[in-house]
């Protein structure tokens, strides 16, 4: 009296056919769905916002264009209401810009 050995595909269950599958009875569907055209104006971003940290903790946000530049955005940092309560007289040793999205400021 040996013990039945139940094999894996008494287990489990048999693969559902979908109609584009290629083991369907019509064979594998060779039409492509028909996607609308993207609206490129849509699509671009009128602004983004940048987070500023002083010291590794988040301090303030802005709300910036996409486009703005490396300088413009480090002076728009320094007179962010919450890194200038922060920093409260403390020396600026560096400040870091990743534009459009972080600036990091290092205080003495």
């Given at each position: 009296m040996w013990p039945r050995r139940i094999g894996a595909r008494a287990i489990r269950p048999p693969p559902r056919a979908t109609p584009n599958s290629a083991g369907s009875p019509t064979g594998?569907?060779?039409?492509?769905?028909?996607?609308?055209?993207?609206?490129?104006?849509?699509?671009?971003?009128?602004?983004?916002?940048?987070?500023?940290?002083?010291?590794?903790?988040?301090?303030?946000?802005?709300?910036?264009?996409?486009?703005?530049?490396?300088?413009?955005?480090?002076?728009?940092?320094?007179?962010?209401?919450?890194?200038?309560?922060?920093?409260g007289g403390q020396q600026v040793s560096r400040v870091i810009v990743r534009a459009p999205k972080l600036v990091s400021i290092v205080a003495a």
């Open positions: 594998p569907s060779t039409r492509s769905p028909v996607r609308p055209a993207a609206d490129q104006a849509l699509l671009t971003q009128e602004k983004v916002t940048c987070v500023v940290q002083v010291n590794g903790k988040v301090r303030d946000k802005l709300e910036v264009p996409p486009q703005i530049g490396e300088d413009e955005l480090r002076e728009l940092a320094l007179v962010a209401p919450g890194v200038v309560r922060t920093l």
